[in-house]
């Protein structure tokens, strides 16, 4: 009896390892996948990077005079649209009238100094004298003439305002003027794009705001150093702004054309991407099998997407439909 069971566990044994399943490796070298492909050849493209930025006043000043003093009038509230040379701030006078009443007695003496100097009547040293008294006093009333009756340096709209008449400025800006018919934003590029990128090249601006409008910009400097955290560098950008469409802050798309060139591009839904990561794959059909190539997604074209990687060249088979449940070097059958 004994001898009996010893065979039957022997004989049970020998057919479970017989009925061993086959490896998930031979399973993908057994099974055949259908798929379909498409052939990829090298297409012209208009190469173009997109970045996004927020917009700045191309000039902005903070209202400060030089004195410290009280404050007799504003002449503007905030949302004021002011031109260059129009009247802001007016501080207290007292010293600017002051110093009016001295210069205009140097004036005086000036003139009958003049008169004398030609007749020889007063020396040379006299004269000097006087003339270096009344350039002082020109230049301190014409100081406090800047510093009392503060006009707008250039054309803009009041963005801030601090004060109100009557109350003692004490350093902190009275007010600030931003310019908004012109406009600058900064944008950071990419130091791979560096010795394309050159003072002078236009560029688009688009804006949610406005979605069915694209603003023109020039590039008007670029920035000669790349910054080593973020590798990248920037460039200042002007935005004519005459209809004062665009407002500082707000953020927008600037989109710079490189020229056109050649690459290769896919449809974007045959890209597949790595669960749990931004690693980007695709398939390619070679020798009746699947080959897993990993890729740099470039510019995106409406449903097509630039794919770049050493391994992908005009003439390369890809699978664009049922890539998604292969596994590298699994046997595909390519259908029509």
Do not use: W
Request: aromatic content about 6%; glycine content about 6%; some cysteine.
């Amino acid at each position: 009896m004994a001898l009996a069971a010893l065979c039957a566990v022997s004989c049970t044994q020998q057919k479970t390892e017989t009925k061993t399943p086959a490896t998930s490796a031979e399973q993908a070298e057994e099974r055949v996948e259908q798929v379909r492909t498409t052939v990829l050849h090298p297409v012209e493209i208009e190469r173009e990077i997109s970045l996004s930025t927020n917009l700045q006043g191309y000039l902005s000043q903070n209202v400060a005079p030089s004195l410290t003093g009280r404050i007799e009038h504003i002449y503007v509230e905030i949302g004021d649209k002011v031109a260059a040379g129009a009247n802001l701030v007016r501080m207290d006078q007292t010293q600017y009238r002051t110093a009016k009443v001295a210069m205009t007695n140097l004036e005086t003496e000036m003139f009958r100094m003049d008169q004398l100097i030609k007749t020889g009547s007063v020396s040379q040293q006299q004269y000097d004298q006087v003339k270096a008294q009344y350039d002082q006093a020109k230049e301190n009333l014409d100081f406090l003439q800047t510093n009392t009756f503060v006009t707008a340096p250039f054309a803009g709209v009041i963005s801030a305002k601090t004060y109100e008449d009557g109350e003692l400025y004490a350093g902190q800006p009275i007010l600030v003027l931003t310019q908004i018919n012109r406009l600058k934003a900064l944008v950071a590029i990419p130091e791979t794009y560096f010795p394309r990128i050159k003072a002078g090249m236009r560029l688009t601006l688009t804006s949610e705001i406005y979605p069915d409008r694209t603003f023109p910009a020039t590039i008007e400097t670029v920035y000669p150093t790349v910054d080593a955290a973020s590798h990248t560098f920037q460039v200042k950008v002007q935005i004519p702004n005459d209809q004062q469409l665009l407002r500082p802050g707000m953020y927008v798309t600037t989109t710079i054309g490189l020229g056109k060139e050649n690459t290769i591009v896919a449809p974007y839904q045959a890209v597949e991407k790595l669960v749990g990561a931004n690693d980007r794959y695709i398939f390619l059909a070679e020798n009746g099998r699947a080959k897993r190539v990993a890729v740099t997604l470039g510019q995106r074209f409406d449903q097509n997407i630039e794919i770049i990687s050493d391994e992908i060249h005009d003439g390369v088979e890809m699978v664009t439909t049922g890539q998604h449940k292969l596994v590298d070097g699994v046997k595909i059958n390519v259908v029509d």
